[in-house]
């Protein structure tokens, strides 16, 4: 098999997991007897744990080490996963999810990513990086999809939540047998070189800033935190809510699909900002709305556009950079994203145990349009001093 499809078939299977255990850690929670704001922290702490194993990784690991440490990641996701079923104590947790690759949000900011990204980039042609990166998308969000519809099945038939996350750790097994089969480095590229030069430093330390941004306004929306909120809001049980958002991963499923049509059109910027928008209106009106239904379909409408700037995105930070600097560029500009979303579950778990209304839900799209228009003007300002062609 191709590395690119490797990787693709790897994103797809940890994606998997994560979409699991996203609507089965509150469930595990709430059956141990924490509430909103314990699952807030928690869910902060495990995207604090993968921004400082993300910056390490990008910044230590070279493409000479990139298939060795895919492969410690993926035994790591499996101590993980056996890890929290066998653990009840909350501090016991919080180290676990500190240390571990646990991902509630299903939105990938582990340290895979950055690894990932940057095998894909030195696999596929440069015109081809936006349809590569929109196929990457589109596996993770449809493994998050299958992962959050298989999760309520088993709550439904009441088993115990604890033993179920032996399936994160199986499917981190997985992954693991996937990274096998990569190929070792060519003697070309296991050269020294600095991770970042001066050259890129600029751009990236921008981009990095600006999607620092938007994954704030992104940490409020977990699917976790909105399980909880139709519970509270709308008396939806968390094991009744698995098909509702798996519809919303769905949408962004398909979503994904066009975005590289969309990005030859209007270019890479511009589509990530002129999908964003609607989306982020959509989100702040869904908790003023008195119905489910009404909520629903706000939410629905969201998920049909909010991941098509996924794979521009990806593709803009590839074309910034040389071939060498672009683990390191998808680490920086991940990490800052992932501190970022770290800060906000706890905020938002807050808000909920404090509000049914559902303010995590406006603040966090406020704060990603606010993302949207600085994204325009600055990033169409990067592309055009880099000379980057953003019509790919």
């Known amino acids: 098999m191709a590395p690119a499809n490797l990787l693709l078939a790897a994103r797809g299977l940890r994606a998997l997991a994560d979409g699991f255990v996203s609507l089965l850690l509150p469930a595990h929670l ?6 909103p704001v314990e699952v807030g922290a928690i869910a902060t702490t495990t995207m604090l744990g993968s921004a400082t194993l993300n910056l390490s990784l990008g910044l230590l690991v070279g493409r000479r080490h990139a298939r060795t440490a895919l492969l410690a990641l993926a035994a790591l996701m499996a101590v993980t996963g056996i890890a929290f079923s066998l653990v009840s104590s909350l501090w016991v947790l919080f180290i676990v999810a500190f240390v571990g690759t646990l991902n509630p949000s299903v939105g990938d900011v582990s340290a895979f990513r950055p690894l990932e990204q940057a095998g894909i980039a030195d696999a596929v042609a440069a015109s081809a990086r936006t349809s590569a990166y929109a196929r990457y998308s589109l596996l993770g969000t449809l493994g998050a999809a299958l992962g959050t519809l298989a999760a ?17 750790a199986a499917l981190g097994a997985l992954a693991a047998c996937l990274y096998w089969w990569l190929p070792r480095p060519h ?5 020294a070189r600095v991770p970042l030069g001066a050259k890129s430093r600029r751009p990236v330390l921008m981009l990095a800033g600006l999607f620092c941004l938007d994954s704030f306004g992104g940490g409020f929306v977990l699917q976790s935190l909105i399980a909880l909120w139709l519970l509270q809001r709308h008396g939806v049980a968390i094991a009744d809510s698995a098909p509702i958002l798996t519809a919303m991963q769905l949408l962004s499923a398909a979503s994904v699909l066009a975005a590289p049509l969309v990005a ?4 890479l910027v511009q589509t990530m900002v002129f999908t964003h928008l609607p989306s982020n209106v959509c989100l702040m009106l869904v908790p003023l709305m008195p119905w489910l239904e009404a909520s629903i379909v706000l939410l ?14 990806s593709a803009l930070v590839m074309a910034l950079v040389e071939p060498h600097e672009r683990a390191a560029a998808a680490s920086i500009t991940d990490v800052p994203r992932s501190l970022a979303a770290a800060a906000a579950p706890s905020i938002g778990g807050w808000l909920l145990a404090a509000s049914p209304f559902g303010w995590f839900l406006v603040v966090g799209g406020a704060v990603k349009f606010g993302y949207d228009l600085l994204l325009l003007y600055f990033g169409r300002r990067l592309a055009r001093e880099r000379g980057v062609k953003q019509f790919d």
């Open 187 to 191: 003697p070309d590229q296991t050269a």
């Open 300 to 313: 629905l409408l969201r998920s049909a556009f909010n991941s098509m700037d996924v794979a521009p995105r």
């Open 30 to 35: 709430l059956a141990l007897g924490y509430g």
């Open 152 to 168: 309520g099945v088993p709550q439904k038939i009441g088993l115990p939540t604890a033993p179920l996350f032996l399936v994160y």
């Open 264 to 267: 030859r059109r209007l270019g």
